[in-house]
């Protein structure tokens, strides 16, 4: 029987460990329009999330991974979706709200650090099976989003459930303890050499290194697929369950919904993940347009009603299968064309993709949802046009891949190598 790898098993652990995280956090999210009600607090308090983690993104991220490395990124910044959980116990404006920023300024960094641990986790990875960086960085995200997505089922039967607030800070301690102990620190040489050589002179360089990346066409080029990444989400959990569902079914079936939303985007995730070394980013990437372009369509048509109800859950199958290659797709493609600057990429990602989440939830109560399926629909084919180019840009001149190879046993650090290869 064929051992597990180190760097496959350490892709588990993050995962597990998200997967804790999410269950708690999703949970006592979903639950905020409801368990804070009064004058709006709960919902105001996760616009608060939002907008912290917007300016978290411009920031935080390069400092605190090149300074702490993934691993302690990762661990500080759960300890911030942890002290949400704190402000929920007994939930007031100042204690909600100062949680609720503590939050957001932990989110970047947090996503961030993950993607670059994959994306470094699957260039070693590669390096010793003599494989492209690209295809096992697709399916290590793969098993990423496969576990990270069950967490809409749990999350969601947590919420069903009514879990007590005391239940979910208690999963939410057990990712940070199982992320501090059993994670391995891959790239903690770097972080103490930076911290040594380059910490106090490169500061401020490292601080807008954000902004720096942004000089690039090809980020600039993959804003649209990033905030197309918020908008999809966001319609879907906002506007399909409350203009579809609850309306037709009632708000009983909403969990349901989501619950098959969020297991078909784990199963997907995990196939597309694999399947990606075979197909392509293309091909995966036009099935997911394609599909949540007839999607889109046949919404602006269909009038539910009660009597079809398995067609209720058609959509969020369907727009789970699409989400599932958005999200592990669009994160692998932002390792792959970033090798050098990957945590300003990933703080861009995440920073775009939170943008399109405001947008999305700051014109939710103004405008009609036939205009809103016109919002959705521009963006997709503006992804579309954008994403091409990227892709064609990347076939004239190929982006030259950082490859993490592992030293010897008695080497105390990664040695680095610059390899150029095709990214199609």
Known sequence: MKMISRNTRNVLVVSVGFLLLFTAYGGLQSLQSSLNAEDGMGVISLSVVYGALILSSMFLPPILIKNLGCKWTIVASMGCYVTYSFGNLAPGWASLLITSAILGLGGSPLWSAKCTYLTISGNQQA???????????????????????????????????????????????????????????????????????????????????????????????????????????????????????????????????????????????????????????????????????????????????????????????????????????????????????????????????????????????????STKLCILLAVLVLNVLTYLWVEYNEYKHPTPAVVYATPPAEEKSYETKIISQTHL
Not at 152 to 174: E, K, Y
Not at 197 to 212: A, R
Not at 258 to 284: P, Q
């Open 127 to 369: 390096e010793k099976e003599k494989k492209k960086g690209q295809d096992i960085i697709n399916q290590y995200f793969g098993i990423f989003f496969f576990i990270l997505q069950s967490s809409a089922v749990w999350g969601n039967l947590m919420s069903s459930l009514i879990f007590g607030q005391d239940r979910t800070l208690g999963v939410g301690l057990l990712a940070i303890i199982l992320v501090a102990v059993f994670l391995e620190d891959i790239d903690k040489a770097q972080a103490r050499e930076f911290r040594r050589n380059k910490g106090n002179l490169l500061f401020w360089g490292t601080f807008l290194e954000t902004f720096k990346l942004l000089r690039d066409k090809r980020l600039i080029m993959l804003i649209p697929l990033t905030m197309y990444s918020g908008f999809e989400q966001s319609f879907l959990a906002g506007e399909y369950t409350k203009n579809y569902v609850t309306c037709a079914l009632g708000i009983q079936y909403v969990g349901f919904v989501m619950i098959c939303f969020g297991a078909t985007n784990s199963v997907c995730s995990y196939t597309f993940g694999r399947l990606a070394e075979y197909t392509g980013r293309i091909a995966l990437f036009s099935l997911a347009a394609v599909a949540n372009l007839a999607c889109i369509l046949a919404l602006f048509f269909w009038r539910p009603h009660p009597d079809q109800l398995p067609v209720f859950f058609v959509f969020p199958a369907l727009w789970g299968m699409a989400d599932a290659i958005w999200q592990t797709q669009t994160n692998a493609l932002y390792g792959v064309l970033f090798p050098k600057d990957k945590e300003a990429a990933f703080a861009n990602y995440r920073m775009w993709e939170s943008l399109g989440f405001v947008i999305a939830f700051a014109y939710s109560t103004f405008i009609c949802l």
